[in-house]
């Protein structure tokens, strides 16, 4: 079954949403949003955070749809890490490893870039400003032109770029927050050997990785002698990052690679539940729902507390008309996991599709703790708009609509919204005072 569009940069698959910038020549850069790769990533990263004395809650991270094996930090606190690197992994410890030398970045202040309209910015703004300095990098600077604009490119090209003594920084740094966490460094050596290999390729070869942070011999040798001396070397990556590697591999192969390389890896004799997770996703995608609901039913009665689960049932049930059935899979992924903004927004989306005047002011409640969670994210504001719209309550959903401008650099159509918002409500009451701070950043990031 084809992806369908939602808006102009956004489209929804099963359990996860793919957000595009779209370029003059149709490329896209594009980052995923899914609930379980990013807590999986996350709970990687944050105990090497806090080893970095850096706020995990404060680093925001993206999931960047690339094949390609790379992750970089940018605009401050930003952690982008793209798909084929998780693929590509063969284990959760060489993810961890980079993710370590990328908190050596942050803490080192590296390339930070701190202006308003970086730290404001909605997850698309970033992509698009940032990632189009990746393009220029790996050599396709028509996209990275049509992605930032010309004018941009010579910064742009700045935020990927490390020196060698930053990398061999962030390498130390990697050691020793891999060192206090009680993690082996292996991993972070398994990836940097991978990278030298490709050092001999011609530029178009290689991984972005190694165009933007440049390998040099001191630099292995230096993670070969912590290997060598670390007690920690020995120790195994823990069940518990095994299990959530495997299965956000699958997940992600299934939903990025076609039908039939999905079963290429996981052959359908294959019963582990990463396979049947992955071939449920497979037949999902190429329309046969059944099957695909029958595989869920067989995990789910396996596993019935599992949130993600729950999740991928009600997108498969929501994504083929059936809205009624699908909320309360997505109910149950909620109650086993309320602190997803992700979750709450999925079943939001159901709730107000259903068209009925209660399950709307249930939806209405679910965007407001999803955004009290995750206030930067355009779609849930779009929908608050949607939903208090239709209940008739227009200074509401012109205020929604006003945030979802905002964060989407619409400056403009943000201070024009906000104005509409505060026409028809009391000067000083939170919805007007609202306004008045949309008002002031819009004006603020326009220049004036």
Known sequence: MKSRLLVPVLFALAGMVFAATSTANAQRISFIRDAETENTIRAYATPL???ARLEPSAVRIFI??????????AGGQNLFVNTGLIMRSKDASQVIGVLAHEAGHIAGGHLVRSTQAIKNAS???ILGYILGGAAVIAGRPDVGAAVIGGSQNAAARSYLKFSRTQESTADRS?????????????????FMELLGEQE??????????????????????FLRRHVAQSRHSGKPTPDKFKIAHNRIVAKLRAFTLSSRLTFRYYPENDSSLYARYAHAIAYYRSARVEKALKLMD????????DPYFHELKGQILFENGRVAEAIPPYEKAVALLPGSALLLTDLAKAQIEKNDPELRDRAIQNLNSALGIEPKRPFSWRLLATAEGKNGNMVESWRALAEEALLLGRFDNAISLAKRSQSRTQVGTPVWLRAEDIIAAATEAKGG
């Open 49 to 51: 955070l806090l080893a």
């Open 64 to 73: 960047v749809n690339d094949k390609s094996l790379n992750a970089f930090v």
């Open 123 to 125: 997850a698309q703004t």
């Open 174 to 190: 990697a050691a020793r927050y891999l060192d206090s966490t009680g993690q082996s460094a292996s991993g972070l050596l398994e």
């Open 200 to 221: 001999l390729l011609s530029v178009s070869r290689q991984d972005p990785y190694v165009r933007t942070h440049p390998l040099t011999r001191n630099r292995i040798s």
């Open 298 to 305: 067989q995990l789910l009665s396996e596993h019935p507390d």
